[in-house]
């Protein structure tokens, strides 16, 4: 009885040991999902969007897609869309934003759309920062752009947020970590233990300078609305939180989303 008992404690620690390995060497692929093809502007060609090039601190050209809001006292919106895809994928979503004058830049990350490099949390910080830069050379300035995260991209507005006054913050569905996530996900493993790219958004939230919005479908599978109102629990006020009963991860903005965006940055007066 004995020798059974240890037996399978031992197939144990093998398997979580091989476990442990596969998952800490090759866990970017679990979480980046880009399509790395360039992206043919061309086919929005009606957003008034441009394709832009902007450097990073560590040596990349980003390519990216960039509108003007139509008024010189206007607003910009920066994008930092979800681990998959590519910002092709989002025109269509925030085409009500660019119909009521407001500027668009969609980010594209390293490694997604053609862009050089391999997305990492430092990385993606980086192609963030330079989104600023570039921003700040068109003369627009914080003050007047407004930080949207969806899904992963909550991880860098949240900490964007966290260091500089911005007109506003809005998460969808964001997450107290990816540690977290994955622990939720990968029950079986210690997930949360190897995690390198952590994206601490719980850790940072009570540190952001703007006005917030938290969006999550209560039917979202993929990241738990617990932790979007962990999230919107521990952020300070002024904020405001939508969490829409029927909706899923990907369809929140089924449910007139958009148009409760507009109605909360009219209240901060944007």
Request: hydrophobic share 40%; aromatic share 14%; glycine share 8%.
């Amino acid at each position: 009885m004995y020798y059974g008992l240890a037996s399978n404690l031992a197939y144990l620690v093998i398997f979580g040991f091989i476990a442990f390995v596969i998952f800490g060497c090759s866990q970017r692929s679990f979480l980046y999902f880009p399509s790395k093809e360039p992206i043919n502007i061309s086919n929005y060609d009606n957003t008034g969007l441009k394709e832009v090039e902007f450097p990073t601190s560590d040596g990349l050209v980003l390519k990216s897609w960039f509108k003007k809001p139509n008024a010189l006292e206007g607003y910009t919106i920066i994008i930092f869309h979800g681990n998959a895809g590519h910002i092709g994928d989002r025109v269509e979503k925030f085409k009500r934003f660019i119909a009521t004058g407001h500027g668009l830049l969609f980010l594209e990350y390293r490694g997604y759309g053609g862009n050089p490099g391999k997305p990492t949390e430092k990385g993606l910080y980086n192609d963030a920062h330079a989104a600023l830069n570039f921003l700040s050379k068109q003369y627009i300035f914080s003050n007047k752009i407004i930080l949207y995260g969806e899904s992963l991209g909550c991880g860098i507005a949240t900490k964007l947020s966290s260091e500089n006054a911005f007109a506003a913050t809005i998460l969808e569905a964001p997450f107290t970590s990816i540690a977290d996530v994955a622990q939720r996900h990968y029950w079986y493993l210690p997930a949360k233990w190897v995690v390198l790219d952590r994206y601490e958004i719980l850790g940072k939230i009570n540190n952001i300078k703007s006005p917030l919005m938290v969006i999550h479908g209560e039917k979202d599978n993929v990241i738990s609305i617990e932790f979007g109102k962990k999230v919107f629990d521990a952020a300070p006020e002024p904020k405001e939180a939508l969490f829409v009963p029927n909706a899923g991860h990907n369809n929140l903005f089924e449910f007139n989303v958009d148009e409760k965006i507009l109605r909360f940055l009219e209240k901060q007066k944007i």
